[in-house]
């Protein structure tokens, strides 16, 4: 079990990387979580990367990891949207 979540995270780096054009030295993280919020699915999918100039961006696929797919990530042209404020993102959501 653990060797496929391992996979559908190394599956879900690749994707990101292609998707938003991110080079070797960029980070990319990805993490299953648990939610206990209302309205949450019970389990769901972060996705955060850092840019060559250590921008950082995250976003949510209300999925568990092993359930996203490449059509989940959203689309290169909304990559400024992704990005987290100076100090964080200002919400308690994310």
């Given at each position: 079990m653990a060797s496929n979540r391992l996979n559908a995270a190394l599956q879900v780096k690749s994707w990101?990387?292609?998707r938003f054009a991110l080079g070797a030295s960029a980070t990319?993280?990805?993490?299953?979580?648990?939610s206990a919020v209302p309205g949450f699915p019970p389990l769901?999918?972060?996705?955060?990367?850092?840019?060559?100039?250590?921008?950082?961006?995250h976003f949510k696929v209300f999925k568990p990891l092993a359930a996203v797919t490449e059509?989940?990530?959203?689309?290169?042209?909304y990559r400024a949207?992704?990005?987290?404020?100076?100090?964080?993102?200002?919400?308690t959501c994310c």
């Open positions: 990101t990387r292609a990319v993280f990805v993490s299953e979580v648990e769901h999918t972060v996705v955060s990367f850092w840019d060559a100039e250590r921008a950082h961006y059509e989940d990530l959203p689309p290169a042209w949207a992704l990005a987290v404020p100076e100090g964080g993102p200002g919400c």
